[in-house]
Each structure stands twice: as C-alpha cells, then as structure tokens.
C-alpha cells in the first residue's frame, strides 16, 4: 500500500527533476503504479501536495539544523558555517527554477517556504549571532538585526536565484565567499576556528 510520505518522496524527486508544474497527478499516479484517487486519498489537490511536499523537506532540514546546533554548542560561528553547508546541500531540492514555479503557481507553499526562510534568519541565525557577540566573538558595534536584514535574508534569495551558480562553482567555494568570509569580517581579532585557517 502506497503512504502519503511515499507520495511525498516521490513528489519531491519529479518536481525537482521536471518541475512542479508541468509533472502532473497523472504522471504521478502513472510512476508509482496507482490510481489518482489514491493520491486525493492524501491531499485535497495538487497545491496542496506541493505544499505539504515543501513542509517535508524543511521538516527535514530543521532535524539537521538542530543536530548541527547540538554537536557544536561551543562555537556559534561554526554552527551558522555548518548550517548553510547543509543548507547548500538541499538546493538540490529547492533548485530556484523549483521555487520561482511554487512563487507563480503555488501560493501556500510559497508562504511556508518564506516563512521557512525568515524563521531561519531571524530566529535561529540571530540567536546564534546574538551568542557569538556576547561570548566576544563578534566586534561590539556590528547590528546583529542588520546584519542579518541586509545579508543574512539577502544571501539566501541570492543562493536561491541561480541553478548556475551551483553548476559554476563547488559547494565549498561558494561556502567560503558567500559565509565565511562574510562571517570573518564581522568577527573580532582573537577569534578563529578551523574555517578561517
């Protein structure tokens, strides 16, 4: 019997390799063998396996971030470093030209994938920021809000804008010029970790 995060996986996998909106149910019900009824035994409709296949991969992805955040409490810089490699790992996920479909055709999904993105910056990146700063990681009179408005929100729409820019350059290269460098120059002198070595 096919399960709804069966349907999900296999969601995930053709909309990311053709796209969400030209991969129909049909086609959908076609690869795993089932009749569409099936499908709407799960969701009320197309929208909404979209949405609930794009609540799937950030409910994964926030199971990692919290991993991440609990194997390296003792230094909040190298835990935001190794929440945007992770993170980069997923674009193959949330490629942009998947995420420019969901903004046009898939409102409710777009709003929970924003809402993913703003919580990430402004929850948990500033948290971490705001700690690196009281631990005197970071030079007292950086904005860690601004900081996170003008970069941190901005990096990401960046990052998400380009299927090329991940066929360009390597995961680690990219790492270095859009976090770690970024994050050395807001941080104080005695500061260090391996990344900036």
């Not at 009179?141 to 900081?147: G, H, K, P, W």
Request: proline fraction near 2%; charge should be neutral; aromatic fraction near 14%.
């Amino acid at each position: 019997m096919i399960t709804k995060t069966t349907l999900i996986e296999s969601s995930i996998v053709n909309f990311t390799k053709f796209g969400s909106k030209q991969f129909t149910l049909d086609e959908l019900s076609k690869v795993l063998g089932i009749s569409k009824k099936t499908i709407y035994k799960h969701f009320e409709n197309k929208e909404d396996l979209v949405a609930q296949s794009i609540q799937f991969l950030i409910d994964d992805f926030n199971s990692e971030i919290q991993q991440i955040i609990a194997q390296n409490a003792g230094d909040s810089i190298v835990t935001i470093i190794l929440i945007y490699k992770k993170g980069f790992e997923y674009l193959k996920y949330f490629k942009p030209s998947f995420l420019f479909e969901i903004k046009k055709y898939y409102p409710n999904a777009n709003q929970i994938f924003e809402a993913f993105r703003k919580t990430l910056v402004f929850s948990t990146i500033f948290s971490l920021l705001e700690q690196a700063k009281s631990e005197g990681c970071i030079k007292p009179e950086v904005d860690i809000r601004l900081i996170c408005e003008l970069y941190f929100l901005r990096m990401d729409a960046i990052a998400f804008k380009s299927d090329a820019l991940f066929e360009t350059y390597s995961l680690n290269s990219i790492l270095e010029h859009v976090v770690i460098f970024n994050l050395r120059g807001i941080t104080t002198m005695n500061y260090s970790n391996s990344y900036f070595e």
